[in-house]
């Protein structure tokens, strides 16, 4: 069975769901939260139960009443397994490149609450969103950064997201720090540069965010030993 860590991948050609406890935390389902929910998620093949029945077809939109459907049978079958394989179709691709964005324009409007900030950010800021634009056109960067996303955010622990942040405040600044007047003669516009320092900024911290419950779960004071 995948963990959570393993079913985002960039190299499969679908989004595999091993279970529906992880379709919920997935989908964000909320009955009392209509607005949160992913939408999109279609099916790449039919959903079948051990019998062979068919549950839903592929081509299968999820929906909140579906997800809900769903909750109920596996309640009511507690040894039921359901593998779920959905497609990574571009509507849903530009529903975490919107999500993604969303992240990145609360953090900036946070930062330049700050003079210091502000000035820093001056640089990058008009053009700050043609160039996430041009990044997530790769669709493998934008799994990445959705997985992050997910991980940091389905987490038990509310300082999850804090990682998160910190990945993409890293990125954010590193490009501002290039794209400044003191590098100018080193980097010299360079898209591929630029894009290089705002991936590297951003994935530093992928590997924490792989194992967030664990290091979650260890002391503070064992981890500055």
């Not at 804090?162 to 100018?184: E, M, R, T």
Request: net charge positive; with cysteine; hydrophobic share 40%.
């Amino acid at each position: 069975m995948l963990g959570k860590a393993d079913f985002l991948s960039i190299d499969q050609k679908t989004i595999d769901i091993t279970s529906v406890e992880r379709l919920v935390e997935f989908t964000r389902y909320n009955p009392h939260i209509i607005n949160g929910f992913l939408q999109d998620l279609e099916l790449a093949e039919d959903l079948n139960i051990k019998s062979g029945a068919t549950l839903y077809p592929l081509g299968t939109v999820m929906t909140q009443k579906r997800v809900e459907r769903l909750i109920k049978l596996s309640e009511s079958s507690p040894g039921m397994v359901l593998v779920f394989k959905f497609k990574r179709t571009p509507k849903l691709l530009n529903n975490f490149r919107k999500e993604i964005k969303e992240e990145i324009n609360k953090l900036l409007k946070r930062s330049n609450k700050n003079k210091v900030f502000r000035e820093l950010l001056s640089g990058v800021s008009k053009n700050l969103t043609a160039f996430i634009d041009d990044v997530l056109k790769d669709e493998k960067i934008t799994l990445l950064i959705y997985k992050m996303k997910f991980l940091c955010e389905s987490s038990k622990s509310k300082k999850a997201t804090l990682y998160f942040n910190h990945s993409l405040n890293v990125a954010i600044f590193s490009l501002a720090l290039a794209s400044s007047d003191n590098y100018k003669e080193i980097i010299q516009k360079d898209k591929k540069k630029l894009k290089d320092i705002f991936m590297v900024g951003l994935l530093h911290n992928y590997g924490a965010i792989i194992w967030i419950e664990k290091i979650l779960k260890v002391k503070e004071a064992k981890m500055l030993d």
